[in-house]
């Protein structure tokens, strides 16, 4: 983990520096150097604009997130463990796993309007399939030894889905949360720079269409931040929930 | 008393859209008495373990019946408890947890649960491997966790599939010797599968041996040693000997006739 963390140091410092100094060579328009930048950054964080837009997006990836993950762990419990709801839905999620969700776009405004439950719906709609696939798949692949032991010390349908089915589909379903993440951040920025102007997108559009590349960059490089930072969240949800496979894994 | 009567089961085989009904077991009877220790060996197919998941009520056979003390079995039930092959225990618990399960499924409360299975843990020498993780474990101690998880529940019969099928030679050896100790104290009916003539003939009282699929009684046999047994002293004894040899012709006849 020590030399992993030194090692990333290294790669970021070493993109940093070369990044000021192609900065420095070339024009500053298309490529600013990070010292112009980190003083946009600035900027936009003590103006108070970075943080409200923020919030917003932020916002809307939560709610949008949480709609996913909990509809999509509900989907794929229940496609996993019975065949005929699998039969049932997996030609659509199939289908809509590997669509550009995208494309529903001006469904969805027809649908919700210009306000932010589009943009929630955007998310959601980015995240969910990736969720319902891998719960199915985990509990697809529970050890039929494991509910057959449970069987025979008498355990009932109940007792062997708590007790034998969620916990041994667990590190599935959160590989599939984590996977879900990433993709809502990215249906987050996608419904904010194609629907309405709000959030972290409309900054984007804004100081895209400006050229005003230093603001620009501030904000690509702040959303960087927000998938890292998320990412890292859902990993240690992922390590509290699973610990025992990580060890497993790690022999 | 289990009574295994006219016992057949089959099963559907698809292999590619080419559905077959395998047959597993053919009318197989058997009586098995109580603190009677029965081992059942056969070749690989022979539907030992079939025959086993019937009698703990885990499948259904398709003709015949099994009871107990005069009851069918139909389900499941608090009197058996399986030991299986590959001890199928639960990762993402402690070797206590493991124990404990069986006790939760029973309604036990959570103070006498961990009394009843910190008891048995130490009957098996597993007293200082509460808190592992059955990954933690070697074989030999994942096997003897699953053996402290069926009788913690205290059944009079216990069902073992193959359960040291999947530990070295030495340990083996040793978990054998343990098993027979512990029956001598608990004094349980015991229902063994293996496929090993020297296993079957030191532990049991009684070895049944049976062909290939579909699978029948071929012999069952009288073990004529004292017991308590020592490992030592049985596997020199002329009778061990003589016992293990008959059983190996047995079985090489119950297959040359199912080949040809």
């Given at each position: 983990m020590n030399s992993r963390l030194s090692t990333n140091v290294l790669s970021i410092l070493s993109l940093a520096a070369l990044w000021e100094i192609a900065g420095r060579i070339m024009d500053s328009t298309l490529i600013p150097p990070l010292s112009h930048i980190g003083t946009a950054?600035?900027?936009?964080?003590?103006?108070?604009?970075?943080?409200?837009?923020?919030?917003?997006?932020?916002?809307?990836?939560?709610?949008?997130?949480?709609?996913?993950?909990?509809?999509?762990?509900?989907?794929?419990?229940?496609?996993?463990?019975?065949?005929?709801?699998?039969?049932?839905?997996?030609?659509?999620?199939?289908?809509?796993?590997?669509?550009?969700?995208?494309?529903?776009?001006?469904?969805?405004?027809?649908?919700?309007?210009?306000?932010?439950?589009?943009?929630?719906?955007?998310?959601?709609?980015?995240?969910?399939?990736?969720?319902?696939?891998?719960?199915?798949?985990?509990?697809?692949?529970?050890?039929?030894?494991?509910?057959?032991?449970?069987?025979?010390?008498?355990?009932?349908?109940?007792?062997?889905?708590?007790?034998?089915?969620?916990?041994?589909?667990?590190?599935?379903?959160?590989?599939?949360?984590?996977?879900?993440?990433?993709?809502?951040?990215?249906?987050?920025?996608?419904?904010?720079?194609?629907?309405?102007?709000?959030?972290?997108?409309?900054?984007?559009?804004?100081?895209g269409s400006a050229f005003a590349t230093d603001s620009l960059f501030a904000v690509i490089l702040t959303i960087l931040l927000v998938a890292i930072l998320t990412m890292r969240a859902v990993q240690w949800l992922d390590r509290r929930m699973t610990g025992w496979k990580a060890e497993i894994a790690i022999e | 008393?289990?009574?295994?009567?006219?016992?057949?089961?089959?099963?559907?085989?698809?292999?590619?859209?080419?559905?077959?009904?395998?047959?597993?077991?053919?009318?197989?009877?058997?009586?098995?008495?109580?603190?009677?220790?029965?081992?059942?060996?056969?070749?690989?197919?022979?539907?030992?373990?079939?025959?086993?998941?019937?009698?703990?009520?885990?499948?259904?056979?398709?003709?015949?019946?099994?009871?107990?003390?005069?009851?069918?079995?139909?389900?499941?039930?608090?009197d058996r408890a399986v030991v299986f092959q590959t001890f199928a225990l639960l990762p993402w618990r402690t070797v206590l947890a493991n124990v404990e399960f069986s006790l939760e499924l029973r309604q036990l409360p959570k103070e006498e649960r961990t009394q009843t299975a910190r008891d048995y843990l130490k009957r098996v020498g597993l007293a200082d491997f509460e808190n592992h993780y059955p990954h933690e474990l070697s074989g030999g101690m994942q096997q003897r966790a699953g053996l402290a998880r069926a009788l913690a529940v205290n059944p009079t019969i216990l069902l073992m599939d193959e359960p040291f099928g999947a530990v070295d030679a030495q340990t083996r050896q040793l978990l054998q010797e343990e098993l027979l100790e512990l029956w001598q104290r608990e004094r349980k009916t015991v229902i063994f599968i293996t496929h090993s003539m020297d296993e079957a003939v030191y532990l049991s009282d009684r070895v049944v041996v049976m062909t290939p699929r579909p699978g029948k009684v071929a012999e069952v046999l009288d073990v004529p040693l004292e017991r308590p047994r020592s490992a030592d002293q049985v596997r020199g004894d002329p009778k061990f000997v003589e016992l293990t040899n008959y059983i190996w012709h047995s079985l090489k006849n119950a297959m040359g006739n199912h080949h040809e």
């Amino acid at each position: 983990m020590n030399s992993r963390l030194s090692t990333n140091v290294l790669s970021i410092l070493s993109l940093a520096a070369l990044w000021e100094i192609a900065g420095r060579i070339m024009d500053s328009t298309l490529i600013p150097p990070l010292s112009h930048i980190g003083t946009a950054w600035w900027k936009l964080l003590v103006s108070g604009k970075l943080a409200a837009n923020l919030t917003t997006s932020l916002g809307t990836l939560a709610a949008g997130f949480f709609l996913a993950a909990t509809i999509g762990i509900l989907i794929g419990l229940l496609m996993g463990r019975f065949r005929a709801v699998e039969h049932f839905l997996d030609l659509y999620v199939n289908a809509l796993m590997s669509a550009p969700a995208i494309a529903f776009v001006p469904v969805l405004i027809m649908w919700f309007g210009l306000g932010v439950e589009s943009r929630i719906a955007v998310v959601f709609l980015f995240a969910v399939f990736v969720i319902i696939i891998n719960t199915m798949t985990g509990v697809k692949q529970v050890d039929s030894v494991l509910v057959e032991m449970a069987r025979s010390f008498g355990a009932k349908e109940k007792e062997i889905f708590f007790k034998i089915i969620l916990p041994a589909a667990m590190p599935a379903i959160m590989a599939g949360v984590r996977l879900g993440m990433g993709r809502a951040v990215k249906g987050m920025v996608t419904a904010e720079m194609l629907l309405t102007l709000t959030g972290v997108g409309a900054m984007i559009m804004q100081y895209g269409s400006a050229f005003a590349t230093d603001s620009l960059f501030a904000v690509i490089l702040t959303i960087l931040l927000v998938a890292i930072l998320t990412m890292r969240a859902v990993q240690w949800l992922d390590r509290r929930m699973t610990g025992w496979k990580a060890e497993i894994a790690i022999e | 008393m289990v009574e295994i009567r006219k016992v057949s089961k089959s099963f559907q085989k698809t292999v590619k859209d080419h559905t077959t009904r395998v047959k597993a077991l053919s009318d197989v009877n058997l009586s098995v008495r109580p603190n009677e220790f029965v081992s059942i060996i056969g070749p690989s197919g022979c539907g030992k373990t079939t025959l086993l998941k019937i009698i703990d009520g885990l499948i259904p056979c398709d003709n015949g019946e099994i009871s107990i003390n005069g009851k069918s079995v139909t389900t499941p039930g608090p009197d058996r408890a399986v030991v299986f092959q590959t001890f199928a225990l639960l990762p993402w618990r402690t070797v206590l947890a493991n124990v404990e399960f069986s006790l939760e499924l029973r309604q036990l409360p959570k103070e006498e649960r961990t009394q009843t299975a910190r008891d048995y843990l130490k009957r098996v020498g597993l007293a200082d491997f509460e808190n592992h993780y059955p990954h933690e474990l070697s074989g030999g101690m994942q096997q003897r966790a699953g053996l402290a998880r069926a009788l913690a529940v205290n059944p009079t019969i216990l069902l073992m599939d193959e359960p040291f099928g999947a530990v070295d030679a030495q340990t083996r050896q040793l978990l054998q010797e343990e098993l027979l100790e512990l029956w001598q104290r608990e004094r349980k009916t015991v229902i063994f599968i293996t496929h090993s003539m020297d296993e079957a003939v030191y532990l049991s009282d009684r070895v049944v041996v049976m062909t290939p699929r579909p699978g029948k009684v071929a012999e069952v046999l009288d073990v004529p040693l004292e017991r308590p047994r020592s490992a030592d002293q049985v596997r020199g004894d002329p009778k061990f000997v003589e016992l293990t040899n008959y059983i190996w012709h047995s079985l090489k006849n119950a297959m040359g006739n199912h080949h040809e």
